[in-house]
């Protein structure tokens, strides 16, 4: 286990139930600073592990089983949605590519409520996630026709993440994210594996795939 896995379990259980790291931390009884990014390392630049006792507290606050965690932690990107937290939830069902019309986001990002259909999903905590329906094979093998995938705009966003982008002068598509820098974006296409370099300005937005019907 390294210790940027394990900060990144704890950002994405966040996400998962729509909270910053200092929601979470407030929700688990701890000091609202206790998961901030400058407590994760010390002053000599050292690095810093969460407790056992505050991990304790987070996972029984958000009734989060450790199976569930420890699968975070090795790289799953949401939660199981074998955990008891799971439930159904009517998302918003935009398809692709055409969601990229305007009107189905707002300026900043997120549904606007006018999709032409809803699906009933796995339970997300992000009240703004949303569910695309993929049209087409421009994005196999990961993501073929048929497939759903739930994108959320308030989970944090790392390096080797699959996102939905939008560009924009309009696009709108599933890629994974390489690199992010102030004046640069690198993104890859699934098939054939290509990186694309983008300048920050024209992206619209970027939203972390946190679940796939595959």
């Known amino acids: 286990m390294q210790h940027n896995d394990l900060w990144r379990a704890l950002d994405t259980l966040a996400a998962e139930h729509g909270l910053s790291v200092s929601g979470l931390a407030r929700?688990?009884?701890?000091?609202p600073t206790t998961f901030t990014p400058a407590k994760r390392r010390m002053r000599d630049g050292r690095v810093r592990w969460p407790s056992t006792e505050s991990l304790?507290?987070?996972?029984e606050a958000t009734r989060t089983p450790i199976e569930s965690f420890t699968a975070l932690v090795t790289g799953a990107r949401a939660l199981p949605s074998a955990s008891p937290r799971a439930g159904l939830r009517r998302l918003p069902l935009l398809p692709l590519p055409a969601a990229a019309t305007d009107g189905?986001?707002?300026a900043d990002g997120r549904p606007t409520g006018t999709a032409p259909s809803e699906v009933s999903l796995p339970e997300i905590g992000d009240p703004a996630a949303?569910?695309?329906a993929v049209a087409d094979e421009q994005m196999a093998p990961v993501f073929?026709?048929?497939d759903i995938i739930i994108a959320s705009p308030a989970a944090p966003v790392r390096h080797g993440d699959r996102v939905v982008v939008r560009l924009r002068q309009g696009a709108l598509f599933a890629r994974e994210l390489i690199e992010r820098a102030a004046r640069r974006l690198v993104l890859r296409r699934f098939s054939p594996l290509c990186e694309f370099r983008f300048d920050p300005a024209e992206i619209s937005f970027l939203h972390r795939i946190v679940w796939a019907s595959q």
């Open 27 to 31: 929700r688990a009884g701890l000091d």
């Open 56 to 59: 304790a507290k987070v996972l």
């Open 104 to 106: 189905f986001f707002d």
């Open 130 to 132: 949303y569910a695309l």
């Open 144 to 146: 073929r026709t048929g």
